[in-house]
């Protein structure tokens, strides 16, 4: 029965909330959404929506599962699922970070200023990279771990994209510069990204 005390059902705010479908392709939805979300082209209650879930429900889930982990010192990243173990303990004796459990990995300073330089290039020239490419800058930028499936990404991006350094604009004497090319290549932290990503997926192949 409906209770007495509820108001007109012309003034009720209410949703209604689909059952949710499996994707072909898990992998590529969730990197899809990521970048709708990094792009402001969709609303986390939208991407909730489409899984039949309420999005005020998850996330008052998340926030206690992740009060939970930080009062049993367990730091995570960005994302739900990524345990992030602290940098100090993802490097090794040589120097270079080590491929762990959590398969997540810090951006370093380097990278994060390259980032920042292709963001600001971008929107002063409107040239140079896609939205995947300024979604990953605004990561590497603001500091957040990187899972090793990102990172083995980037490893294929810098490997498709070295020859774009032969192409006119690249250095700063050149006419056009920062050339387009120039431009992505920041956006995904610029050589230190590509010595990062290339000296951890090795490690990980190995």
Known sequence: M?????????????TWVWNGNDGIDPV???NAAETRLASLTTSLADEYAKQGKQWDVQLRQIAAERQLMSELGLAIGNRPTQIVVPQSDAV?????????????????AEMA???????????EFNRGGTEIGVARARDISNGRPLSLDTVKRMASYFARHEVDKQGEGWSEDEDGYPSAGRIAWALWGGDAGQTFANRITERANA
């Open 2 to 14: 409906i209770p007495d005390d509820l108001p007109p059902v012309s003034e009720w705010n209410w």
């Open 28 to 30: 590529k939805e969730a």
């Open 92 to 108: 090794n004796a040589a120097g270079g970070p080590e491929v762990t459990a959590a398969e997540s990995y810090k951006p370093t």
């Open 113 to 123: 200023e390259e980032a920042e330089r292709g963001l600001a290039w971008r929107q």
